[in-house]
């Protein structure tokens, strides 16, 4: 494979290779800034991936796939994360003692009566677990995917994420 077909200019290469390297670096520094930076990412990889040559076009390709897949696992972590913040709040409200809706203002917590069962503790550990694979992922993916491109080589993909 080429590095640019023939209706590439020569001097669009070098750009079109550095927005590719920034594209990665901004999907892997997302992970510092809430996914910020992944947003912007994609919307390069998205509209430069017709424009450019083959090989680039391979690692834009790449690019959007790492955001939906860090998206979709991020999506799932929150999803967790409300569920286990949700959990832990019903705790709470269960031990808080008030005195009736027109007494708002006087209301006691008695700590010792605040449990924290076990479906809590799991949703917890599954929130952290699918936080650190996402995290994994965008440094793993943009690390393959950086690599690949300053060696010149495409990433192949099957046939349905093309």
Do not use: C
Not at 129 to 147: D, E, P, Q, R
């Amino acid at each position: 494979m080429t590095l640019h077909s023939s209706d590439t200019d020569p001097s669009d290469i070098g750009v079109d290779r550095n927005l590719a390297y920034l594209t990665y670096g901004l999907l892997f520094f997302s992970i510092f800034f809430a996914g910020a930076p992944a947003l912007v990412a994609v919307a390069l990889a998205y509209s430069r991936r017709d424009e450019v040559s083959p090989l680039i076009r391979s690692h834009h390709r790449f690019q959007i796939l790492i955001f939906w897949v860090s998206f979709t696992l991020a999506l799932i972590a929150g999803i967790f994360f409300l569920t286990t913040l949700l959990s832990a709040i019903a705790s709470v409200l269960k031990a808080v003692d008030y005195q009736g809706w027109d007494k708002l203002d006087h209301f006691s917590l008695d700590f010792s009566k605040v449990t924290i069962t076990p479906s809590t503790i799991s949703l917890g550990v599954t929130t952290v677990v699918m936080m650190s694979l996402t995290a994994i992922w965008l440094v793993a993916a943009s690390a393959i995917g950086t690599l690949r491109l300053a060696s010149g080589r495409p990433i192949r993909q099957s046939g349905v994420l093309r």
